[in-house]
């Protein structure tokens, strides 16, 4: 069945590093794909999504792209703020297109 | 426009007890979709509701149920809980209508624990 596969948390950055959080799937079809943000206590935030081959979503200076042949999304962030401290799931739909299927999520800790 | 809210936000059940959990969607919003999220087993799909039936279903026992009121309100409910019940459980929704691609709206969570 589908399935998504992240890196393991948590990641510790300074202030201003460079963040990539590697995201692949396995999937039947053409899944959409989505990068959700949790903030501690909260629910999830949609951050970016991607629709097709080679999309990129943009979201709040995060980036990924939809990569069809390595089957990839990866999440990236030029500069890490300490405001971007929390747990980053990468998700795919599935062919009905309304449940998701995540990754186990990564865990962020930017510090000043 | 208001979020997608939860209640309650947090319960405490012993184990054997029955529980429902309330979610009412972002207005206009049709689809309603519930999930679990365990340290253990992260997130996970439980099912999925659209005008008032069932369209999609996780891979959960039969005690988990839920329903949607014809104002697209749903509830979900565990029968029989077992400590393993403990988690958040999240509500999502959506317009329901465009598939592929269209984004879920999470609730901020019931946190239900069995003891």
């Known amino acids: 069945g589908d399935s998504v596969t992240q890196m393991e948390g948590p990641v510790t950055l300074s202030e201003e590093a460079f963040l990539t959080i590697n995201c692949t799937y396995t999937a039947t079809g053409y899944p959409s794909l989505f990068w959700y943000v949790q903030y501690p206590g909260e629910g999830l935030q949609l951050l970016l999504k991607?629709?097709?081959?080679?999309d990129k979503g943009s979201n709040k200076g995060f980036e990924a792209t939809y990569r069809k042949e390595t089957t990839s999304f990866h999440l990236e962030k030029g500069s890490v703020q300490v405001s971007d401290s929390a747990v980053y799931f990468c998700?795919?739909?599935?062919?009905?297109?309304?449940?998701?299927?995540f990754g186990k999520g990564t865990s962020l800790l930017v510090t000043p | 426009k208001a979020g997608v809210t939860q209640t309650p936000r947090y319960l405490i059940k012993t184990r054997g007890q029955q529980v429902t959990l309330s979610c009412s969607p972002i207005s206009g919003h049709r689809s309603v979709s519930w999930y679990q999220q365990t340290p253990g087993q992260g997130l996970q799909f439980l099912f999925e509701?659209?005008?008032?039936?069932?369209?999609n279903k996780g891979n959960f026992p039969g005690r988990f149920s839920g329903r949607q009121f014809s104002n697209s309100r749903s509830e979900m409910n565990v029968s029989t809980l077992e400590l393993g019940d403990s988690a958040l459980y999240l509500c999502a929704s959506n317009g329901g209508m465009s598939g592929l691609g269209e984004t879920q709206y999470f609730g901020p969570g019931t946190r239900l624990l069995v003891l």
């Open positions: 998700a795919l739909s599935d062919m009905t297109g309304y449940a998701l299927n």
């Open positions: 509701y659209f005008s008032e039936t069932q369209r």
């Open positions: 991607a629709t097709k081959a080679d």
